[in-house]
């Protein structure tokens, strides 16, 4: 009962989606905005395209077999329902991705499927290697995604709007900015790894430690493939340049050719898919990197295919485990005769995968080598790229679908048994799908693998999808990776070969990143956080000086003039006088005598607003004189005898950082009255005191009726200082005192 | 520290100086002036006659605790600008008497306000010193 409700929700969603197969694949393009916030034009906005339906169908749809087949899986698991909400998160997170019609809806749904990852990854959180995996991928992908972010924001700056279908129809503007190749690559940041291309391929094997359910859903429906649907959705706007095939085609193949590599060296059956997957990432990029119509094309049915059979493969890879209890293929062999069904889904989707006829892998594949053959560029050597990575492909399929069920139990120590239902139903059903799309390509083509293609080009292309082509090189092609991959299959078990991962690989420059990245905190706090007050102060008022000073020096255009010296001599008195009081309070080796300067300098400058007709100032900054004085000199007469305690080379760090400071400020007031006032604010409040504040005090008026809201801010803030004071100076106080 | 001449005088300033800060206070509105002067005069005679009397002697002739004094002045000063918010007007607008009184001149909110802020300063100040002075 549960478990109907539960599937409810990705089987209605697919429901839905399989009903706008039609309206989409007549050119229809679906979309629902809501406002969010208006004043950025940014807007939570939706859109169902070919591209976003095919993900979509994807998502629910596996989505819903994941969730029937976890069911079993985690059968009596504590955390069974924690893990269901965390899948259901994590597919309303990737729907939010795929459909986003603005770029910043994209982002934040792009983040949550990080996150949600990483609750799905680390889902046995007593397991250190499961948390380490979690943190891992949460790192790798939470950098590219602020790189993505970065992207973003300059490309909605260029073209002026976040709204995805004005980016989309500015492909030329963006390729021929100056920020273009900037955007390129922040946007690649996040696209490659999320999808684990090299050299960011090495979190993706970690992320095994997730239960098999989940593994099944990342791998072929889900988070990896964001990365390529990031390609694939901004491939209208970025693609067609040099930069953009020699990044992808690059990237992708090195990729492409690692994780087939990687996955024969490994024994686990989960970790030679997920090596596979790498792989297969890698094929899509370079795909997508060629550009052609037919790659395109090739990318967008290769994209379906894959998630078919590697959901089936990591699905079946689970059942073995749970019915025989291993998942070392150096252990398993001929288990197929206890789980029938289960062998039959791994048999179907490696073949798939193989890209044997009449599956859909080999229409894949046929695509795939067609394209090659017709790259843009040196297509001698991306077919041998990808006639290698196909060959290892072969193997590796052989390896995990073929190996375990077939021939004789190798290890009479295993135990298989049938496993029930809901472990078998679930990778079947997408192993026959891609038996089915084998059969009915064109049907296919037409109303899913077009739509999709039409997107990514960013205009119609017509595709024609069919199992047989004819006696062609593309065929022949596809023969002999046949045969190199059933001899690699063959030789593989003759040879031992290292399984550990080599000392080479980019993990460990993760490993040493994160390493070193306490001790850089570490020196970071050292500076910043050292408990030293005069250190605070001086990083605290160098930065605002420093900053003051860029925007003074840069932002003045109008030159200052030097005022002339025309004061009367009583001024030039009070002038000495404040220059004297200060003088003598950095010269003095007497606490009060520096503090009664200090007061001399006070009075002065209370004396300078006398003499300028400001009265009220005056006042006040007589009293606050007073009783500063008198704060003063109560605190300091606690203090130990005044001893020279600062060397004198900080002494005259001091004076330097001192010196700076008063030099801008005298600059920066300078300045202020060097410009023209604006005499109509003033003249305003003169003529309104009266009448409207009822009162000849101008200062007043503006303090308690015009502006005084802002005395209302001041005085809260000067009752929460007290309040702190008083919190700061108690503790201490009452624990010699009273009682 | 104790001083004959500083104990026997603030004996005879301090009402004088309260007087003149209530002076500062409501003359505030049309001459220099204001709550904030006229606070920060309160602080000043009540830190000299705690500094010839000791920091006990000075809370006693305060009566009322400076933090009661700045919650009070923070109310008083809210108080002022919710006002207005019965009669229907928006937040802080200022509301006068048509009639004037003997001393003050015409009354109304701005003045309540003002106090508001006489008080705050007056109880933050004297909160500082109070607490500084009590070790010894």
Known sequence: MLLALLLAIPLSLFGWFVLQIGPVASGQTLQASFAWLPSLGIALSFRLDGLGLLFALLISGIGALVLLYASSYLHGHPHWGRFNGFILAFMAAMLGTVLAGDLFTLFI???????????????????????????????????????????????????????????????????????????????????????????????LPGAMAAPTPVSAYLHSATMVKLGIFLL?????????????????????????????????????????????????LGMLTLLLGLGTPLAMTAAMLLLAVHALYKSSLFLTAGAVDHGSGTRDITRLGGIGRSMPQVALAGGLAALSMAGMLPLAGFIAKELFYEASLHAPSSPWLVTAVVFLGNSLTVAAALLAGYLPFYGTLKDTGLHPHQVDL????????????????????????????????????????????????????????????LGTGLALFRLHRKIKLPTQPTKWDTEQLYHLLLAGLPGFAGMITRYLQNGRLRYYLMTVTGTAVALMAVTLFTSSTD??????????????????????????????????????????????????????????????????????????????????????????????RDMVVALGIGSIMTLLVWHAVSQPLIPS????????????????????????????????????????AALGVYAMLKPRSSKGGTD | ????????????????????????????????GGGFVGGLVVAAAFALYTLAHGEKEGRRMLRIAPLQLVATGLLIALASGLLPLLAGLPFLTALWSSVPAPVIGHAGTPLLFDLGVYLLVAGMSLLIIFTLMEEN
């Open chain 1, 109 to 203: 749904f792009w983040e949550l499927t990080g996150l949600c990852s990483f609750l799905l990854i680390g889902f046995d959180y007593q397991q250190e290697e499961s948390r380490r995996a979690a943190f891992q991928a949460l790192l790798v992908t939470g950098a590219g995604g602020l790189a993505l972010l970065a992207g973003i924001i300059l490309l909605s700056q260029i073209v002026g709007s976040s709204d995805l279908t004005i980016i989309l129809d500015s492909g030329g503007l963006v390729r021929s900015h100056n920020l273009y190749l900037p955007i390129l690559l922040l946007m690649l940041a996040g696209a490659f790894t999320k999808s684990a291309q090299f050299p960011f391929h090495f979190w």
């Open chain 1, 559 to 652: 030159s200052m003039d030097l005022p002339k010296p025309d004061g009367s001599l009583h001024e030039w008195l009070t002038a000495l006088i404040i220059l004297s009081g200060a003088l003598m309070a950095t010269m003095t080796d007497s606490r009060l005598a520096a503090v009664a300067a200090l007061g001399v300098v006070g009075y002065g400058v209370a004396l300078i607003y006398i003499l300028f007709g400001a009265p009220d100032l005056a006042m006040t900054q007589f009293c606050i004189e007073t009783l500063s004085i008198i704060l003063f000199v109560l605190v300091l007469h606690k203090l130990p005898r005044f001893a020279l305690l600062s060397s004198t080379g900080s002494r005259l």
């Open chain 1, 422 to 481: 809901r472990l078998w139903l679930p990778p079947l059903i997408p192993a026959m799908l891609g038996l089915l799309i084998g059969f009915f390509p064109a049907v296919f083509g037409s109303l899913l693998v077009a739509p999709a293609v039409a997107r990514v080009a960013g205009r119609p292309v017509p595709v024609e999808l069919a199992l047989w082509h004819g006696f062609n090189p593309v065929l022949l092609l596809s023969i002999i990776t």
């Open chain 1, 681 to 720: 604010l003033s003249a305003w409040f003169m003529q309104q005191s009266l009448p409207a504040g009822h009162g000849r005090n101008v200062v007043n008026v503006i303090l308690v009726d015009f502006r005084a809201l802002d005395t209302l801010g001041e005085i809260t803030v000067l009752a929460v």
């Open chain 1, 232 to 280: 694939a959705r901004f491939s209208p706007v970025l693609g067609g340049t040099d930069s953009w095939f020699v990044c992808l085609t690059c990237i992708g193949g090195i990729t492409l050719l690692l994780g087939a590599v990687k996955a024969l060296l490994r024994t686990d059956l989960k970790q030679i898919l997920a090596w596979t997957t790498v792989s297969a």
């Open chain 2, 1 to 32: 520290m104790h001083s004959l001449i500083l104990a026997t005088a603030i004996r005879l300033l301090l009402p004088l100086m309260l007087l003149f800060s209530l002076f500062l206070l409501l003359r505030g509105h049309n001459e220099p």
